[in-house]
């Protein structure tokens, strides 16, 4: 059977399938919208980047807006090897240079197109670059699967508790922590939420030592208050001289008499939310863990009842900002906790999120969110 030309009904038929396929491929099944927003996103993530380390200003004159450019440039070239910044020298003067004719005897005209073999120059460079990417990020991932295994996948059963959290990391790897542990068999439950300062990598690394001390506290101290002063004074010595502190919400539950007992170590004061409505912020504490290896922290106690919601998160939470550079801001966590009704811990915990999502758009997340919602059920 011969082939259907080009203009009949069965060449279209037969090649738009492979032409949308292609594109799929490209764009992951993306939408416009959508392909448009993670654009504006990275393109502006990169220039929160590069003005931070150029400083940059939107009041400089031309002649400054010129430095300003120059600054740029070197900014981009330290971050590229040697041999890779003269790749990019190279095949940005190539791009530029015009075609140019040469004759060699009779033999004709012979043109040498310095603007392909500019292009081809930064093609290289381009794979050199996605070549340490892939390695990167193979690494990154590696990490955070390392980084799940300290944090719970599911939270443990607690008597008269519904408890649900969620993790949404910036980066591959994070710098928050979550935990709910049980102490003395199943008569008390351990909730903690900590934010190391940074982000990425050294946070992470932050944070494996955080849960590390932590463990290993919970071993040898029977009340609240020492583990707290045993996790700061382990933190003040891994700091760099208060550098790198831990805020962190720790919190205490006694199964049979529904006190619950915390320090909040500079923290986001969570959220507690009666079963009448009222809103309750849980602020008793001290300084984060890190900084002054003698501060004194206070314990908060309240009385929980059925109906009640607990609600502990990162400030990545309150922070996430919209394409306007817009916070999310406690005002609108704390409407989205009123409105939450009876629904369950998980369910509860996903509708603030969900809320969050909404207003941030397309946005880019800067920091790291976690959110740990408890329910007290009996």
């Known amino acids: 059977m011969a082939a259907p030309a080009p203009g009949q009904p069965g060449a279209s038929q037969t090649s738009r399938p492979a032409e949308r396929s292609f594109l799929d491929r490209i764009t992951d099944g993306l939408e416009v919208e959508q392909l448009w927003g993670q654009f504006k996103a990275d393109a502006r993530t990169t220039y929160g980047l590069y003005k931070r380390e150029i400083g940059a200003d939107d009041t400089r004159t031309p002649h400054d807006r010129w430095e300003l450019v120059k600054s740029f440039f070197w900014a981009v070239m330290r971050k590229l090897t040697p041999a890779r910044r003269v790749m990019l020298l190279v095949g940005a003067v190539l791009a530029v240079i015009p075609t140019l004719q040469f004759r060699f005897g009779d033999a004709g005209d012979t043109e040498i197109s310095f603007h392909f073999l500019g292009a081809l120059v930064l093609l290289a460079l381009l794979v050199l670059e996605i070549s340490d990417r892939v390695t990167m990020k193979r690494d990154l991932e590696i990490a955070r699967e390392i980084q799940l295994w300290l944090v719970p996948?599911?939270?443990?059963?607690?008597?008269?508790?519904?408890?649900?959290?969620?993790?949404?990391?910036a980066n591959t790897v994070a710098g928050d922590y979550y935990d709910v542990l049980l102490r003395d068999g199943d008569k008390r439950a351990l909730f903690v939420v900590a934010d190391v300062a940074g982000k990425s990598i050294?946070?992470?690394?932050?944070?494996?030592?955080?849960?590390?001390?932590?463990?290993?506290?919970?071993?040898?101290?029977?009340?609240?208050?020492?583990?707290?002063q045993g996790v700061n004074e382990y933190a003040c010595a891994h700091s760099n001289e208060g550098r790198r502190f831990t805020t962190a919400f720790l919190g205490e539950l006694d199964n049979a008499s529904r006190v619950f007992s915390y320090v909040n170590a500079g923290h986001n004061a969570p959220i507690l939310r009666r079963a009448n409505g009222n809103i309750e912020r849980l602020e008793a504490g001290g300084l984060p863990f890190?900084?002054?290896?003698?501060?004194?922290?206070?314990?908060?106690?309240v009385q929980l009842s059925p109906g009640d919601l607990l609600?502990?998160?990162?400030?990545?939470?309150?922070?996430?900002?919209?394409?306007?550079?817009?916070?999310?801001?406690e005002q609108r966590v704390l409407a989205s906790v009123a409105m939450l009704g009876n629904a369950s811990a998980k369910d509860s915990v996903s509708a603030i999120m969900g809320e969050m999502t909404r207003f941030i758009g397309m946005a880019h997340q800067h920091d790291d969110i976690t959110c740990l919602m408890t329910k007290i059920t009996a």
Request: glycine share 6%; aromatic share 6%.
């Open 153 to 169: 996948s599911a939270p443990p059963r607690v008597a008269g508790a519904d408890i649900a959290f969620v993790n949404r990391p």
């Open 202 to 228: 050294p946070a992470a690394l932050l944070m494996a030592t955080f849960q590390a001390s932590l463990k290993t506290l919970m071993l040898h101290t029977s009340s609240l208050i020492e583990l707290v």
């Open 290 to 301: 890190g900084i002054n290896r003698s501060a004194p922290y206070t314990v908060g106690t």
């Open 311 to 329: 609600l502990i998160f990162t400030d990545g939470l309150i922070e996430a900002v919209n394409e306007r550079e817009e916070e999310f801001g």
